[in-house]
């Protein structure tokens, strides 16, 4: 095996890997000094290659399979990104900027360390094209990227290598995916699947060794991952998917994670939220929003038909939060009511346990700092559960959901407003003795105008002091708050 080094430093290198046929993968020598050791991460994409089992996957468990834009929210812990954050290493270590304990040295320059970095990017997606270019192949490359980055560089590696598992990616993406991803616990029936595939097997036969239902078919490649989260449901409802699946693949990946989201709560809400999620909007944001209430509506409608000592039995301390909240139902959830009318149900839910909060006395505690004005905008701390409510539900975001981090002392969140009109939410959270800006967000959890940000900003570093309350007893937290969108969304 030839290998052709393209750079060099002190104590690491990136370089293609080489034969008779030609450039076959790329790797990069991590360097030692801020980084721990470890292995090189090797980039091998050539089919023939692969076969052979000449593949180091390093820390990597991921790939984009193309070079890496400028916003890596999504790109992180891919190998490209591995590949990228090798290189800027080794150029900073070259140029004497850190010392072996990681600290700063006397060389050390901001502008010329991100002038490193920036180059670094553009070096490893230079590579990583030219690799890409003359080492993948490229109809096993485009059926990859259909998938999600998680489950693209097992989807590249078995089509690349096999006609037979290209043919299930193309017929059916779900089970192929399933079956790659459950490979790696060693199960017998996953090894048996994979091998009946190579067979020929009937695409039933192999779906049936693996619990996954044929109807699952009409998954798209994007959606793979949504669906896993729901198959158990899916396999109980097929009729589901034949009557309410859409037609699109961002449509299907939001009733997928809708029907994941009301899941939590079960039942007959499960189902009725397959049958409405479509018609719930056209934002991934909007929809997890709305089910953020309802469902923290429709369950304390099951507490309140459930009798008291059964709740109590499974819900344990939390059962009197649970049960404070189901007081206030007067109409209980039944899944034959319409979208309109449990949407407003539970409107009138929240406002009464909001309001309710507010007369039985559960203030916040005294605002981290007071409100005030600058550039234009009014900056306004949110001091009870009411208003927390309300300013969620007038910016269409599910900050309501906070109210227990605001009263434990995490977090403390800011109505931003222009002319008496909101604009947009801010949350604070704590940096010891100090307060940084976190979240900073418009109507329907959009971003928002930079000017915003920076008229935050400057309100912020015009405090001089701020008051952090001491947390209140554990079990004071309320854990009959339902939100759980965290992953998902940040309001």
């Known amino acids: 095996m030839n290998v052709f080094t393209l750079g060099s430093t002190n104590s690491g290198r990136i370089e293609f890997l080489r034969d008779g046929k030609g450039i076959y993968g790329l790797m990069v020598a991590r360097p030692r000094g801020r980084r721990h050791d470890v292995r090189p991460i ?6 023939d290659k692969i076969r052979a089992g000449e593949i180091d996957d390093g820390l990597s468990f991921r790939a984009a399979l193309h070079p890496l834009p400028r916003r890596l929210h999504l790109f992180k812990q891919t190998t490209e990104y591995n590949l990228r954050c090798a290189l800027g290493a080794a150029m900073v270590e070259r140029a004497g900027m850190f010392s072996d304990n990681g600290e700063k040295t006397a060389s050390y320059d901001r502008r010329k360390y ?11 997606n230079s590579l990583i094209g030219q690799l890409i270019e003359e080492a993948a192949d490229k109809d096993a490359l485009r059926l990859a990227r259909r998938f999600p980055i998680r489950e693209r560089a097992q989807i590249y590696r078995a089509v ?10 193309e017929t059916f993406p779900y089970l192929a995916a399933h079956i790659l991803r459950m490979l790696g616990t060693k199960e017998v029936r996953f090894c048996e699947a994979y091998n009946m595939v190579e067979r020929g097997a009937p695409l039933r036969d192999v779906a049936n060794i693996c619990d996954v239902p044929i109807v699952l078919r009409k998954i798209p490649p994007g959606a793979v991952i949504a669906a896993n989260r729901v198959q158990s449901f899916l396999s109980d409802h097929p009729d589901f998917i034949h009557a309410y699946l859409p037609r699109t693949q961002p449509a299907i990946r939001r009733w997928l994670l809708a029907i994941s989201y009301a899941n939590q709560i079960g039942g007959p809400f499960t189902e009725w939220t397959a049958r409405h999620a479509a018609d719930m909007g ?13 469902r923290d509506w429709a369950r304390a409608s099951y507490i309140a038909s459930t009798p008291a000592h059964i709740v109590q039995a499974i819900n344990g301390n939390a059962f009197l939060s649970d049960r404070a909240g189901a007081k206030y139902i007067t ?8 979208l ?5 149900l539970s409107e009138e839910w929240h406002e009464a346990v909001a309001n309710g909060e507010h007369e039985n006395g559960r203030e916040f505690p005294e605002p981290w700092c007071p409100a005030g004005s600058v550039n234009g905008y009014e900056i306004i701390p949110i001091t009870n559960g009411a208003d927390l409510y309300r300013e969620g539900k ?19 969140v800011y109505s931003v407003r222009e002319n008496g009109e909101r604009i947009a939410t801010a949350e604070l959270t704590r940096n010891g003795a100090r307060v ?4 900073v967000r418009g109507p329907c959890n959009a971003n928002v105008d930079k000017k915003i940000v920076v008229g935050v900003r400057r309100w912020l570093g015009q405090q001089k002091s701020f008051v952090f309350p001491a947390p209140p007893e554990p079990q004071s937290r309320d854990p009959g708050c339902v939100s759980g969108l965290d992953d998902e969304i940040p309001f």
């Open 331 to 338: 109409r209980q959830f039944d899944p034959g009511m319409s």
């Open 114 to 124: 991100w002038g490193l970095i920036s180059q670094a990017a553009r070096i490893a």
């Open 436 to 439: 940084r800006l976190g979240q």
């Open 42 to 47: 090797s980039f091998v994409l050539r089919p």
């Open 160 to 169: 690349s290598t096999s006609i037979r598992f290209r043919q299930l990616a």
């Open 394 to 412: 007038a910016m269409h975001h599910c900050v309501g959901t906070y109210g227990d981090r605001v009263s434990y002392g995490e977090i403390y």
């Open 282 to 294: 056209n934002r991934l944001i909007e929809v997890a929003s709305l089910l953020s209430d309802l």
């Open 340 to 344: 309109s009318t449990v949407i407003q």
